[in-house]
């Protein structure tokens, strides 16, 4: 008897099952470019990558059949890169995807109409999720043809401003499981169509209302819901007083209430409605009435109370002192530009709040370190603190801020008077995740070094206008915070190559604002992007070393880009046509750029067929060939012609002198 040979498989991956690769690809999942490399390993591992796919991100419509030929798992569709979907196109994913098909995003895409969402509504019978949000062209036949998805869970229909009481009527019948359905901006659709929603769909948990019509004939219906959590009103003008007066049954599963922007509903018809939904823990009255004693007052039945949003609104003392006595578990305050927040107002709600979480004053001009001495000591466990623009606080202020609140993960410090001092005490910080000094002159490479020592989970990094930072800091802060996702250093004027060019370390950066830094060169700009895989916005605007070279460069590494600024940079037609490779490229700016000619323009444009969004000056309106226009146009692309003329830029401190002089005027 023959004795059989044991042949070792070629590829030793060939041994490991599918299962244990699909955990490998959950890890990779964030990383695009890492998925792009593991599929093309080998053929195994790019039939597996197939098989594990279940999102799909196109950027052209026209290679779907192709691609969903090769990804026949896909459960979810996101089309918010791709601006042209046609009936065409949503034939094919109902005839590939068929039941498999789970959610849907059209909210960024046109030139599709009731026939293709036919197609998608009958064939992707366990479809839950679509969104419709911007598709202002859509009439009733399309929600019609909706109203066949019968286990559709959660709608956007956000400035669907055609569709009509008769098209949601139709909807509520048909998809009758539904959870959550947006219908802001919904213009044509009044009491008629929301009360049929309210009536048919008794599972809704989020209903967004914001900006219709309606008036009290339908609030009875909607408070009826017994499962409705999120509720939002934002900016309904026919809801008043009156209308609340009438409630009798309340909506006690109610968890968050937005009434902003409700000019006719007094601190009395808040009180209607909070009687009648007594269990509400986020409670939005941004831009609403003034903060007093009655409205405080009409928040006394609201037990449960964490979160209290009265942004824009006039303020008084005895308003916030009552809210601080009333809501005795808040956990969140949002005053952002709030007109009359004193110290003694202010420090009245902190000193009765030390579990505080969130606490929001921006442009909360009068207030000084006495209300931050309060706020610092009583209030330590905060985790997000913004307060840009509250230009009283003094050096010693942010001090105090860094000794006693260490867990702060989110910090907006944006036109203060901090200087190093303050940075050195706020790098006892050290969840930092988000900090902005925008327009902070009083810091330098010092503070910034501090920073970059303590705060190595920082992600987000706004440096807009801070003059006193040069390299120094910059890389301070890159060797210590590899994570960082975000920096700003628009107007850093004395920024070089040398700092710019270690930004290449930052592999997760996705945002760099680099506007008005004149050192920087295309030198620079190609050893940062080698680095920077996953960068989706660069603003070089005023970046006039930045020329042909560089855009060479970016095209090669930055495949994942989707909009750039090169207004007054020294690109010719040469470089703007390099960036036709980037396939992901939707947002172009270019204004100021002499250099540039109608004929290298027209063939970038033309060459780059991902784009959605063009910011040309007016001149190039009428230099550009009217075929090549309208051919864009069908395309998805919008333009836009900007008659800007050229600004010399100022001196960063007389710039600001300039806005606290006009922020003046306005009070």
């Not at 202002?136 to 569709?163: S, Y």
């Not at 005795?328 to 009245?348: A, I, M, N, P, Q």
Request: proline fraction near 2%.
């Amino acid at each position: 008897m023959k004795r059989q040979r044991f042949t070792e498989p070629t590829n030793p991956f060939d041994l490991v099952s599918d299962e244990i690769i699909f955990t490998i690809l959950d890890l990779l999942s964030s990383n695009p470019i890492d998925l792009k490399s593991f599929s093309l390993a080998c053929k195994s591992f790019y039939s597996v990558e197939a098989k594990h796919r279940k999102l799909l991100k196109p950027l052209r419509s026209e290679h779907l059949p192709t691609v969903l030929k090769r990804y026949t798992q896909l459960a979810h569709l996101d089309f918010s890169l791709s601006p042209r979907v046609t009936d065409a196109s949503l034939a094919i994913i109902s005839k590939a995807c068929n039941s498999k098909l789970r959610s849907i995003d059209l909210s960024r895409s046109k030139f599709f109409s009731a026939t293709g969402l036919l197609s998608l509504a009958t064939n992707c019978t366990n479809l839950v999720e679509i969104d419709l949000s911007n598709a202002t062209e859509l009439r009733d036949a399309a929600a019609v043809a909706l109203a066949k998805a019968k286990n559709l869970e959660k709608l956007w229909l956000g400035r669907c401003k055609l569709i009509t009481d008769m098209g949601i009527g139709c909807i509520a019948v048909g998809c009758t499981k539904l959870r959550f359905i947006s219908l802001k901006w919904c213009m044509s659709i009044g009491d008629l169509g929301v009360g049929l929603i309210a009536v048919k769909c008794e599972q809704i948990r989020s209903l967004d209302l914001s900006y219709m019509q309606i008036t009290e004939k339908c609030l009875p219906s909607i408070l009826k819901l017994k499962h409705l959590e999120d509720l939002v009103l934002e900016g309904c003008f026919g809801i008043d007083d009156d209308c609340l007066a009438v409630i009798r049954h309340g909506c006690k599963s109610l968890r968050k209430l937005d009434v902003s922007s409700c000019p006719n509903i007094s601190p009395t018809g808040l009180s209607s409605l909070t009687r009648a939904t007594s269990c509400i823990q986020q409670l939005t009255l941004a831009h609403g009435s003034p903060v007093t004693l009655a409205l405080a007052n009409s928040l006394k039945s609201l037990t449960m109370l964490q979160s209290v949003k009265l942004d824009g609104c006039v303020t008084t003392y005895d308003g916030l002192k009552a809210i601080g006595s009333c809501c005795v578990s808040l956990s969140e305050l949002s005053l952002r530009k709030c007109v009359g927040v004193t110290d003694e107002g202010l420090s009245s709600i902190v000193k009765k709040h030390k579990d505080l979480k969130k606490l929001d004053i921006t442009c909360c001009r009068m207030i000084t370190d006495v209300s931050v001495s309060h706020m610092t000591n009583s209030c330590g466990g905060l985790t997000s603190l913004k307060m840009e623009s509250c230009s009283l606080v003094s050096r010693e202020g942010f001090v105090l801020i860094g000794r006693r609140c260490h867990l702060l993960e989110e910090l907006d410090l944006t036109d203060n008077e901090i200087d190093n001092e303050g940075l050195r005490s706020l790098s006892r910080c050290s969840k930092l995740s988000i900090l902005k000094l925008g327009i902070c002159l009083n810091l330098n490479d010092e503070g910034l070094a501090h920073i970059g020592t303590s705060c190595s989970k920082l992600m987000e990094l706004d440096l807009y206008r801070c003059v006193g930072v040069t390299d120094s800091g910059l890389l301070a802060i890159i060797h210590g915070c590899p994570d960082l996702e975000m920096i700003n250093i628009a107007y850093c004027r004395d920024v070089t190559d040398v700092s710019f060019s270690s930004l290449r370390k930052c592999s997760r950066l996705k945002t760099i604002e680099a506007r008005g830094c004149p050192l920087i060169t295309s030198s620079g700009l190609a050893a940062a992007v080698v680095g920077c895989k996953l960068l989706r916005r660069l603003d070089l605007k005023k970046c006039c070393n930045v020329d042909d070279a560089g855009m060479i460069s970016l095209a090669h590494f930055s495949q994942n880009l989707r909009q750039i600024n090169l207004s007054y940079s020294s690109v010719t037609d040469v470089g703007l046509l390099s960036l036709a490779s980037l396939g992901c490229l939707q947002h172009l700016t270019v204004l100021h750029t002499n250099r540039l000619t109608p004929s290298g323009v027209a063939a970038a444009l033309l060459a780059n067929s991902s784009l959605t969004k063009v910011k040309l000056h007016a001149l190039f309106q009428a230099l550009l060939p009217e075929r090549l226009l309208k051919r864009l146009e069908v395309r998805g692309c919008t333009f836009e012609w900007r008659e800007k003329i050229f600004q010399a830029e100022l001196d960063p401190k007389c710039w600001k002198l300039q806005l606290e002089d006009v922020m003046q005027i306005v009070l």
